[in-house]
């Protein structure tokens, strides 16, 4: 049967900006009824209950919005979530590379897939844009586990043919072969998107950098993931390998890497020339704050970013990150800009991991929002969980207000229901293998 959900709902029209609190551009419909249609598609927002032929669902007080949307994390590091002591490149090779080695096995793969798209669900995140390892198994293994799920998943097999260990190198021949096999297989194929996926610079020789660039000119439509000027001892190292580069980003940039759908994680150390470049190019930067902080890496410019008409999303970059909470991802993002003078607001965040997600990802009307006709991935959220947060919540003057003390003190907790398709994939409290 079709379903309707009654709930306060909240999304966006379009871009609220940085700081107005009072956009035009945020949707706000109280005690509204969403309906889905068996399709898993948003049929109607409406104030009136609809008829009996509706399966209605009654989440009254509860705050109804898009699934988030995560444009930068790694399935295998979440076996090194929280480890202690190091810098960016130090963390590749004490805690990274040695956890993404374990899947080669495809049943280890498969395991940690299953674990992590559960894990997303029940954090509030629908569709992510996702590193897996460079062996195909494990791509394989994600690419199974988000379609069992109906998710949304844009994702690739990493490239790495130096700088890093033996069981984690490929070449470029080989890579290439397994690159184009996995696009036919699962580029389009329901709600799955590929992702060519060089790690960084520094692990893809020019060769291999420049296969990755014929890739994504044979096969239009399909993304590139990878990362940039995260790190200053990573930055002066990519000047040492590309010595004819003007910048970090020009090493993309010279190898046909930079495009619409590009989505380039961290973009700390980047200057105003590297800024027009993404802008022409239509890349967006993954902001990564919570990792940003963890690593030590530096402060992401965000609103030098907007001035440039950057596309900024936001994301979680677990394991450097340490929680695939959103809504901590965000309240990290507010601190790390509130460092440089900037205060966003609740409508700034919540937008760059919804509709300004989506539209970034060229996914826009499709999710990130709760347009008639967009997928019906959706989250519930209780706005306070706790006595400290109730209190908080009763004594908030404006909506503005209740919602940014909902984004600075949520978490997953918080989080009643997540739906995929129109599918419920997941309800607090129930065992997700159910």
Same mark, same amino acid.
């Given at each position: 049967?079709?379903?309707?959900?009654?709930?306060?709902?909240?999304?966006?029209?379009?871009?609220?900006?940085?700081?107005?609190?009072?956009?035009?551009?945020?949707?706000?419909?109280?005690?509204?009824?969403?309906?889905?249609?068996?399709?898993?598609?948003?049929?109607?927002?409406?104030?009136?209950?609809?008829?009996?032929?509706?399966?209605?669902?009654?989440?009254?007080?509860?705050?109804?919005?898009?699934?988030?949307?995560?444009?930068?994390?790694?399935?295998?590091?979440?076996?090194?979530?929280?480890?202690?002591?190091?810098?960016?490149?130090?963390?590749?090779?004490?805690?990274?590379?040695?956890?993404?080695?374990?899947?080669?096995?495809?049943?280890?793969?498969?395991?940690?897939?299953?674990?992590?798209?559960?894990?997303?669900?029940?954090?509030?995140?629908?569709?992510?844009?996702?590193?897996?390892?460079?062996?195909?198994?494990?791509?394989? #293994?994600?690419?199974?586990?988000?379609?069992?799920?109906?998710?949304?998943?844009?994702?690739?097999?990493?490239?790495?043919?130096?700088?890093?260990?033996?069981?984690?190198?490929?070449?470029?021949?080989?890579?290439?072969?397994?690159?184009?096999?996995?696009?036919?297989?699962?580029?389009?194929?329901?709600?799955?998107?590929?992702?060519?996926?060089?790690?960084?610079?520094?692990?893809?020789?020019?060769?291999?950098?420049?296969?990755?660039?014929?890739?994504?000119?044979?096969?239009?439509?399909?993304?590139?993931?990878?990362?940039?000027?995260?790190?200053?001892?990573?930055?002066?190292?990519?000047?040492?390998?590309?010595?004819?580069?003007?910048?970090?980003?020009?090493?993309?940039?010279?190898?046909?890497?930079?495009?619409?759908?590009?989505?380039?994680?961290?973009?700390?150390?980047?200057?105003?020339?590297?800024?027009?470049?993404?802008?022409?190019?239509?890349?967006?930067? #993954?902001?990564?704050?919570?990792?940003?902080?963890?690593?030590?890496?530096?402060?992401?410019?965000?609103?030098? #970013?907007?001035?440039?008409?950057?596309?900024?999303?936001?994301?979680?970059?677990?394991?450097?990150?340490?929680?695939?909470?959103?809504?901590?991802?965000?309240?990290?993002?507010?601190?790390?800009?509130?460092?440089?003078?900037?205060?966003?607001?609740?409508?700034?965040?919540?937008?760059?991991?919804?509709?300004?997600?989506?539209?970034?990802?060229?996914?826009?009307?499709?999710?990130?929002?709760?347009?008639?006709?967009?997928?019906?991935?959706?989250?519930?959220?209780?706005?306070?969980?706790?006595?400290?947060?109730?209190?908080?919540? #009763?004594?908030?003057?404006?909506?503005?207000?209740?919602?940014?003390?909902?984004?600075?003190?949520?978490?997953?907790?918080?989080?009643?229901?997540?739906?995929?398709?129109?599918?419920?994939?997941?309800?607090?409290?129930?065992?997700?293998?159910?």
């Amino acid at each position: 049967m079709k379903t309707a959900i009654l709930a306060d709902l909240l999304d966006f029209t379009g871009d609220p900006g940085l700081a107005d609190r009072a956009s035009p551009h945020v949707r706000w419909r109280p005690a509204h009824w969403l309906l889905i249609d068996d399709d898993g598609r948003i049929a109607a927002v409406q104030a009136e209950a609809p008829g009996d032929d509706w399966q209605k669902i009654d989440h009254s007080g509860r705050l109804l919005m898009p699934g988030f949307i995560d444009t930068h994390v790694h399935c295998p590091q979440v076996d090194v979530i929280a480890s202690w002591g190091t810098e960016l490149l130090d963390w590749l090779n004490t805690y990274t590379f040695p956890a993404e080695a374990r899947h080669a096995d495809p049943a280890v793969a498969q395991v940690a897939a299953d674990l992590f798209t559960d894990a997303l669900l029940a954090h509030g995140t629908t569709a992510a844009v996702v590193f897996p390892t460079v062996h195909v198994a494990s791509v394989e #293994a994600l690419f199974t586990a988000a379609s069992q799920r109906g998710m949304q998943m844009v994702a690739g097999k990493v490239l790495m043919d130096r700088h890093a260990p033996d069981n984690l190198r490929d070449d470029v021949a080989g890579a290439e072969v397994d690159c184009r096999a996995l696009i036919a297989r699962w580029h389009g194929r329901g709600r799955n998107r590929y992702a060519v996926t060089p790690r960084f610079a520094a692990t893809s020789t020019p060769e291999q950098l420049a296969m990755a660039g014929r890739l994504l000119a044979d096969h239009p439509g399909v993304y590139m993931q990878t990362h940039v000027a995260e790190n200053r001892a990573e930055v002066a190292w990519i000047a040492e390998l590309f010595p004819q580069a003007r910048s970090y980003l020009d090493v993309y940039a010279h190898h046909g890497l930079l495009t619409e759908r590009a989505v380039l994680a961290h973009g700390i150390w980047l200057d105003d020339t590297d800024r027009a470049l993404l802008h022409d190019s239509g890349a967006q930067i #993954a902001f990564c704050p919570s990792s940003n902080l963890f690593l030590g890496s530096g402060l992401f410019g965000w609103q030098q #970013a907007v001035a440039a008409g950057v596309h900024v999303s936001m994301a979680s970059d677990v394991g450097g990150g340490t929680s695939l909470s959103m809504l901590r991802t965000l309240l990290d993002g507010y601190k790390v800009q509130a460092l440089a003078g900037n205060r966003l607001t609740a409508w700034a965040l919540l937008h760059a991991a919804t509709r300004g997600a989506a539209q970034a990802l060229r996914l826009g009307g499709q999710i990130g929002t709760l347009d008639v006709g967009a997928m019906a991935d959706l989250c519930l959220w209780d706005v306070a969980v706790g006595p400290v947060a109730q209190r908080r919540d #009763a004594l908030a003057r404006e909506l503005h207000e209740r919602l940014f003390a909902w984004v600075t003190l949520g978490d997953e907790r918080n989080l009643a229901e997540t739906w995929v398709a129109g599918v419920r994939r997941y309800r607090r409290g129930a065992d997700p293998r159910a």
